[in-house]
């Protein structure tokens, strides 16, 4: 992860609860899932620290919406893909200068608590 630097803030959105249609096993095709989403966006806001004011910061509200809106609405075969489309959601926004997306899979193994992957995208 790149290091914060002066005038750039970074958002941690922690732990959204989703539920989807996750993996490629019958039970997991006809069955909505829990996934585990963390997130970190890095954008400039020292506009929005000079202004105090809503229009120059990232509204994390609205990326965190969508995202909510995506992951509930599709079928996803691998956690791969979808970590790339929430992944891809948390790129929009032009601000943003660096995200980072992990996703859990709860119970995916019989004997660990969790399998995640995450990815990451950078702008200059």
């Not at 095709?29 to 890095?42: A, G």
């Not at 995202?67 to 791969?80: C, G, M, Q, T, Y």
């Amino acid at each position: 992860m790149p290091r914060l630097e002066p005038g750039m803030a970074r958002i941690r959105v922690k732990n959204l609860c989703l539920r989807t249609y996750i993996g490629i096993k019958e039970d997991e095709i006809r069955n909505k899932q829990d996934v585990l989403i963390n997130l970190t966006i890095l954008y400039p806001a020292a506009d929005a620290v000079r202004d105090n004011d809503i229009e120059q910061a990232l509204n994390y509200r609205t990326i965190t919406k969508a995202i909510i809106r995506h992951v509930e609405e599709n079928r996803f075969a691998l956690l791969e893909r979808l970590t790339q489309e929430v992944l891809d959601l948390a790129m929009a926004p032009q601000a943003v200068r660096y995200a980072e997306v992990e996703i859990d899979k709860p119970h995916a193994l019989r004997f660990a608590e969790s399998v995640s992957i995450t990815l990451a995208g950078h702008r200059d």
